[in-house]
C-alpha cells in the first residue's frame, strides 16, 4: 500500500471514530439546571479520571512499559523519559535453542552462488545488547483528545563469532559491531471512547515517520580472514525507512486498590518498501495487566505481552553476507513476556504529578522465524511529569 492511498483512509478512521464521543453529548441538551451540573460534574471526573484524578492514585497508571495507556484533561501537558534496556544470548529457531555449530554446518545461506558466498552460515552472532532513550510529549486541547510526539536515541550492540573457510567448524575469531542514532519518530492521539468513571476506553492512532537511519555501516571479519566495512543487517539499524500506521485501542480499570487493563496495538507498514528496497513485518502486539496499590504513592504490577509479526518484505542488496541477520526471512515471530513492575508516585510538594517507575521482563514462550537471537531479559525505567 503506497503512502499517499493510505492516509486518507488513516484519517478518516480517527476523525469517525472520535466524532460520536463528544458530539452527541447529552449533558449539553434538553436538561434542567441542576440535572446539568449534575451530568457536568460526574462528566468532569469520568473524562479527568485518566487525568487529573488517576494522577493521584498509583495504581491508576499502567505499568511503565505500555504506550499511550492514558489521556488527560483539557490543557494538561505530560513529559517522560523512558530508558529501555534489552539483552539477547544465544539463538533460537522456531521454539527450540539452535548453537552456532548447527548454524555454520546445517544452516543454507541464502547468498550463495554469488561471489565469495559459502553453501551454509559461516557467521554467527552470540549477544546482543540494545539500550533506548525515549523520550515523549503529551498534551490536551480538549478532553476527549490528547497529542502525542515520542522520539528515540538507540544504542546497539551485537558480538559474533567467524568460523574459518567455506565449510568446518573452525573458529576464526571474534567481533563486535555497533550502531547508534535516532529512531523512527512517532506522532499520534489518543481519542476518548467511553468512560464511566471506573472503566476507560480510548482509540490509539497515529503515525511513524522515517526519521532513523538505514545505512550505517561496521567493519566485520569474513571467513576468509579479511575485515571489510559493510552495511549492517536491519537489525542493527536505527530506523525502519517506511511511514508506518500505528493503531490501537487502550482499556482502564480502577477500584479502590486495584487497577487493571489490555492494549492492543499494531505496526502497519505505509510503504510496499522503503529507499533500500524493503519494509519490516507488520507487527500486531497485546497487553494484559493488573496492579495492586500498597499506598496512595506505591502500586506494584504483572503483565503478559505477547507479540506477532512477519518476516521483511524484500531485501537490500547492500546487505549480503553468511550471516543469519542478513536474511531477511530470519525476522520476526511470536513471543510472549512476563512483566514485573513498580510504580512511585509523588503526592506532594514538588514531587507532586511525577512518576518514577520500573517495569522488568522474561521470556515465556517463543516461536521465531529462521535462527534469531534469542531475549534473555528487558528493563524499562521511567520517569512522567504531568502538569
Not at 492512532?205 to 549492517?232: D, F
Not at 503478559?304 to 524484500?314: E, K, P, V, W, Y
Not at 508516585?345 to 507532586?352: D, F, I, N, Q
Amino acid at each position: 500500500m503506497r503512502l499517499s492511498a493510505a492516509l486518507p483512509g488513516v484519517l478518516a478512521l480517527s476523525v469517525l471514530t472520535v466524532l460520536p464521543a463528544h458530539a452527541h453529548d447529552p449533558a449539553h441538551h434538553h436538561e434542567s439546571v441542576d440535572a446539568s451540573s449534575q451530568r457536568e460534574s460526574v462528566k468532569g471526573i469520568a473524562l479527568h479520571g485518566a487525568g487529573h484524578e488517576g494522577h493521584g492514585r498509583a495504581s491508576a497508571h499502567a505499568p511503565i512499559g505500555v504506550m499511550g495507556d492514558h489521556m488527560h484533561g483539557k490543557g494538561e501537558w505530560m513529559l517522560s523519559y523512558r530508558y529501555m534496556y534489552m539483552d539477547m544470548d544465544g539463538n533460537r529457531k522456531g521454539d527450540s535453542s539452535i548453537d552456532p555449530v548447527t548454524i555454520v554446518t546445517m544452516e543454507p545461506n541464502r547468498f550463495f552462488g554469488m561471489a565469495g558466498q559459502p553453501s551454509t552460515l559461516r557467521v554467527v552472532p552470540t549477544h546482543m545488547s540494545m539500550e533506548m532513550h525515549m523520550f515523549g510529549a503529551m498534551y490536551a486541547p480538549a478532553d476527549w483528545v490528547t497529542l502525542t510526539a515520542m522520539a528515540g536515541y538507540t544504542e546497539k550492540d551485537m558480538d559474533h563469532t567467524t568460523f574459518a573457510g567455506g565449510a568446518g567448524t573452525s573458529v576464526l575469531g571474534t567481533f563486535s559491531t555497533q550502531s547508534e542514532g535516532w529512531g523512527d519518530v512517532k506522532l499520534g492521539g489518543l481519542f476518548g471512547l467511553y468512560d464511566d468513571g471506573v472503566n476507560r476506553v480510548h482509540l490509539n492512532a497515529g503515525i511513524s515517520l522515517p526519521t532513523g537511519s538505514i545505512k550505517e555501516s561496521a567493519t566485520v571479519l569474513a571467513p576468509n580472514g579479511m575485515t571489510p566495512r559493510l552495511r549492517m543487517p536491519y537489525a542493527m539499524q536505527p530506523g525502519t525507512g517506511t511511514y508506518d500506521f500505528l493503531p490501537g485501542v487502550t482499556y482502564n480499570g480502577h477500584s479502590g486498590a486495584w487497577g487493571w487493563g489490555a492494549q492492543y496495538r499494531a505496526e502497519i507498514r505505509l510503504e510496499d518498501e522503503n529507499d533500500e528496497g524493503y519494509a519490516w513485518g507488520d507487527k500486531h502486539a497485546l497487553s494484559v495487566w493488573g496492579s495492586y496499590e500498597w499506598a496512595s504513592w506505591i502500586s506494584t504490577s504483572a503483565r503478559l505481552s505477547g507479540t506477532a509479526q512477519g518476516d521483511i518484505d524484500g531485501i537490500d542488496p547492500q546487505i549480503v553476507a553468511p550471516v543469519q541477520t542478513a536474511d531477511p526471512d530470519n525476522y520476526g515471530g511470536r513471543a510472549l513476556d512476563l512483566m514485573l513492575g513498580v510504580n512511585l508516585l509523588g503526592t506532594k510538594g514538588e514531587v507532586k504529578g511525577q512518576r518514577l517507575a520500573v517495569e522488568a521482563g522474561l521470556p515465556l514462550y517463543r516461536d521465531l522465524n529462521g535462527p534469531q537471537m534469542e531475549t534473555d531479559w528487558t528493563l524499562t525505567l521511567g520517569w512522567q511529569y504531568a502538569f
